[in-house]
């Protein structure tokens, strides 16, 4: 949906993992025309809109960051312009982006930046989006689920309101071997295919 989405992952770096930008969920057809969520160089959550070459980079700021040898619940949101950035199910921050690119048909990359740049040097788990823009308490229930991290985003109660039929694509990351990745979400469609990296049993916690 080019006028609103959600997008989260469960990320996870280990010792001397955080250096240098790192991009967990990217789409788009350019540098110019594309979505991302990243991090920075200091660690901090960033969250890119852009078309046309306009468009902000928000910052989460380098006083609320990512830390090594922990797992970290990352979300953003987008709303006709404005977007919103969460760590571990607090809201970061707000802001007005660009427009969001709305040709269709562009790639999407999970753990580098579509110009196969600014790769994840961690684990990612969990990576989900939704047509539709999640509220500060979706996050928050997401991230908080009591018995069960991740929670399961197939179930009404993953969601402070029921965010079940905005599910468009969740790669859970359980298959174990091979080089694919089903989306849970729609089983066959927009599966993804593994290149350069390889599974992991360390899961959130």
Known sequence: SATAFSMSC????????????QCFISSGASANDLIRLHKGNSHEIRFTVRTGGSGADLSGGTGTVLTENTWHHVAAT??????????DGSLLSTGTTGSAPSTGGDSLDIGRLITSAHFVDGLMDEV???????SDADIAAIYNAPNDIPTDLSLAAAYDTDRTSNLTHWWRMEEGSGSSVVNTANSGTNDGTISGATFSTSVPS
């Open 10 to 21: 469960w990320v996870f770096f280990g010792t001397g993992g955080l250096t240098g930008k």
């Open 78 to 87: 987008y709303s006709s312009g404005t977007g919103k950035m969460y760590l």
């Open 128 to 134: 989900a989006i939704w047509d539709a823009t999640l």
